[in-house]
């Protein structure tokens, strides 16, 4: 993993590279080619993507949590690759990202005791509207099948003050991950492929973990 801190003063944040190792990689790609060809739905058809009667955006997507029972996701490497969290570096490298926020960030990220897992694709012309997320941290991983055949897809940051011009963009990488705190405005840009004659899933595939903090769960562990 090359663990790269972002300390910006308004919106810092973690980027990792290469964070799967080889043979988790190509375990979690077995199960995004069987979810492509047998789970995959419109985000139309998940109401929580839909602001002020408005969809937020197009793309594909699939939530894991209701695909596997909390026994059964032990069997998923996409589940186990959430371990990867705890890694020392990780933590490392989220204190000095969040070093300089007024806000205690990593004491709130530290202490985040459950995640849900949505899996995302998208192709030709989807996006995603600036939009902020239901828990406490957002956890991005980027995948694309290589060579790579897409322009676009790239995360954007906003801020409270300007929601339509993004205040920072983070390039899509093969194998990237990136934290941030799930109040942040942020959205995709709107892909283009490059080579449409290419029809097996060469788009953009985002596996996200939202991390949270429920006081029962913690009474219960």
Not at 36 to 49: F, G, L, P
Not at 131 to 159: A, M, Q, R, V
């Amino acid at each position: 993993m090359i663990i790269q801190p972002v300390k910006d003063k308004l919106l810092p944040h973690l980027v990792v590279d290469d964070f799967y190792d080889k043979y988790l990689l190509e375990g979690v790609w077995k199960e995004l080619d069987f979810y492509s060809h047998t789970q995959m739905q419109s985000v139309h058809e998940n109401t929580t993507a839909i602001i002020d009667g408005k969809f937020v955006g197009d793309k594909m997507a699939i939530p894991m949590n209701d695909v596997y029972t909390q026994s059964g996701a032990t069997r998923s490497l996409i589940f186990k690759g959430t371990d990867l969290f705890k890694h020392e570096d990780i933590h490392d490298g989220l204190r000095e990202s969040f070093s300089e926020s007024p806000y205690d960030l990593y004491r709130y990220f530290s202490i985040t005791n459950y995640s849900d897992t949505l899996i995302s694709y998208y192709e030709d012309k989807h996006y995603y509207n600036p939009h902020i997320d239901s828990c406490h941290f957002t956890i991005l991983i980027w995948l694309y099948k290589t060579p790579k055949n897409f322009i676009g897809g790239n995360l954007n940051l906003y801020t409270k003050q300007n929601k339509r011009e993004p205040y920072s963009s983070i390039e899509i990488k093969n194998n990237r991950m990136v934290i941030i705190p799930s109040f942040y405005l942020h959205g995709v840009d709107e892909l283009k492929v490059i080579d449409d004659s290419r029809k097996d899933k060469w788009g953009r595939y985002a596996i996200t973990h939202f991390l949270g903090y429920d006081e029962k769960r913690r009474q219960n562990q």
